[in-house]
């Protein structure tokens, strides 16, 4: 009770509600761009939260976050491009729909969907979050440096399929981390005299570099993709549709819990194995592929849900599993606030802010989404080369305002060109953003861990959570080597003709 | 030469040159048991080590491919074709033609002269029309940023900034 009225209390005095109203505006049209993903368009947005409430900045991010996720579905079912990678699976039947004349009802249950599947997702983040933080309670410098080297070990299963250029990728991202002047000696490293270097290399420039700047130049002299001009209503389920909604949704949402908790999952995953399951469990599997209503339900259901589930590691131990749950870590880092249980202690108002602005969002959705349906179209249908060019401009006007200092802007755009690079020789982001955060967060805590020891490494062993952690990410390392190798196998098997 | 070796060796000159960078880096009084450079020296030779690897494993590949590559297809994971790198250089030409511009006159010249070429390079013809959508463009993200948000941009050198 006590807790509903604080919710209520935000509500009234505090601006969640225009927020979650902006955010979740933003994301449905970032989302519904082809190209520009849920990652891009919160990161696009993350350099303005610098000047606002803490709690207001988050709940922004969240809602744009989850506006993403269903305006990407917009172009999957009108034009057969998925706004973001994890739409993709809604392109299957919801184009085929679209092509029956019935794209109302598709866009009208991608969205019905996205909203039981965000409030799924807001149920389990609720219930999941503040229990898992308690463990981090008795957390020592040990046991912080051994987490940060598990939050290091996924890079593993987001590498997609070598894990040497993921390491790369991460030691890079650590080195990054290592520009400024050092916290514990009080010593400049790498700054070369450069006094706009002594604060370091901010996670948000790293982000807003590989996500936002290197996208924008893989994309220069791409093609306009345009919705047409046709005009779209939609069409909400009536309440026979919603019954036979609910099994598919279901399986939606808890795929897309699972996936959302492990790292690296991601809603591409989650919506692609619950279309699977979907098919599988249902009482019409002819239909998928042809048009099938299950076949949109799904897939919604579960990315939205990935959207909530993925911030559950997050806000317990720190750790992103996704590249958009690190653009929220992002915006959590930039007002001071570090995930964990201190989180919950400190900054209370924050994570139920977050909370209550996220139900704001998720509930205005329905609204949003049919209002917003015209504007959205209009600004999709822009010639591309005028959207790139305010992109662009957005983008280096966002990240002047984190210092005021044009010195950023040219490392954004030195690390736009390292993002282009590594896009083009295959080596993924998300490893690089870990190590910016996470760097830290290790070189710190291990060395505060080898002054409480006097420079004695078994001090880690003294440590039965970090001694757990150890354990679990050399675990993760060796199952993930064990899959690339496997892989790599079946590769050659292929080849080889029989 | 294959992709692997070439950016494998691209990753193992940066973690000599970090490694080469850590001379300019003095330890102090206040240094603890592993020091400022304790861990960046770690963080050198991890990639140094990994982008060997990487190269190593490019030129197996390759050596291993070569009798096939006339009938395999051109390896790209990739489902939209990136941008030719001449197109990304000019792009990210016009962000630091933008950097100078507003240096020398301020965020709103620097803002119509980043909107304008942009979209010029991107494919649009230099019209009327296009030069007030960059004048309108740059003043209303000007407005939203200064007068709305309370945030100062670059005024410019010329401007006594």
Known sequence: MDTLLKCLTLLVATPLVPAAIIGLVWGIIGGALPGISASVTMSLVLPFTYAMDPMVAIVLLAS???GAEYGGSIPAILIRTPGTNSAAATVVDGYEMKRQGRAGEALGISLWSGVIGSLFGLVMLIGLTEPLS????????????????????????????????GLAAALVGMMVSTIGIDPISGVDRFTFGQPDLLNGVKPIMVMVSLFAVSELLRQSGSKSVALGQQSVRITLPNLAMMRRLIKPQFIGCITGTVE??????????????????????????????????????????????????????LLSFGI??????????????????LP????????????????????????????????IMPVCMWLVNRPRPYLAAFIYLLVLSGIYTINGSLFDLGIVLFGGLVGFLMKAFGYPFLPAVLGVVLGPIVESNYRRSMLLSGGDLSIFLDDPIAVGFLITAVLFLSWSLWREWRDAVARRTEVKPA | MHKDIQSGLVVAA??????????????????????????????????????????????????????????????DDDEEADAPAWRAMSFLGLGVLFIGA????????????LLAATATFEGIRPSARLAVLAVVGAVGFWIVFVKLLG????????FGG
């Open chain 2, 102 to 113: 507003a240096w020398l006159a301020g965020y709103v010249a620097a803002g119509i002269v």
């Open chain 1, 340 to 371: 964990g249980p201190r989180l919950f202690e400190q900054n209370a108002d924050v994570v139920l802010g977050l909370y209550t602005g996220s139900l704001v969002a998720t509930i205005a959705q329905i609204a949003v989404g049919i209002v």
């Open chain 2, 14 to 75: 940066v973690g000599f040159l970090y490694l080469w960078g850590l001379r300019g880096i003095s330890e102090t009084t206040l240094s603890d048991e592993v020091g400022p450079t304790g861990i960046p020296y770690l963080l050198g030779i991890g990639l140094a080590l990994t982008g060997l690897l990487i190269a190593a494993r490019g030129a197996l590949v390759a050596r291993k491919a070569q009798p096939a590559v006339a009938a395999a297809p051109a390896p």
């Open chain 1, 64 to 66: 744009v976050y989850i």
């Open chain 1, 260 to 313: 959302g908790l492990m790292p690296g999952g991601g809603g591409s995953i989650a919506a692609f194995f619950s279309y699977n399951e979907a098919k599988r469990w249902s009482k019409h599997p002819e239909e998928f592929g042809k048009g099938s209503v299950e076949g949109v339900a799904a897939p919604e259901a579960a990315n939205n849900t990935v959207a909530s589930a993925s911030l559950i590691p």
């Open chain 1, 134 to 165: 308690r463990i981090a309670l008795a957390f020592k410098p040990m046991s912080y440096c051994a987490l940060g080297l598990l939050g290091l070990s996924i890079i593993a299963s987001l590498s997609g399929g070598s894990l040497l250029k």
């Open chain 2, 151 to 158: 945030i100062d941009l670059p005024h410019g050198v010329l």
């Open chain 1, 320 to 337: 992103p599993g996704s590249n958009s749950a690190a653009v929220l870590l992002g915006g959590l880092l930039i007002h001071g606030l």
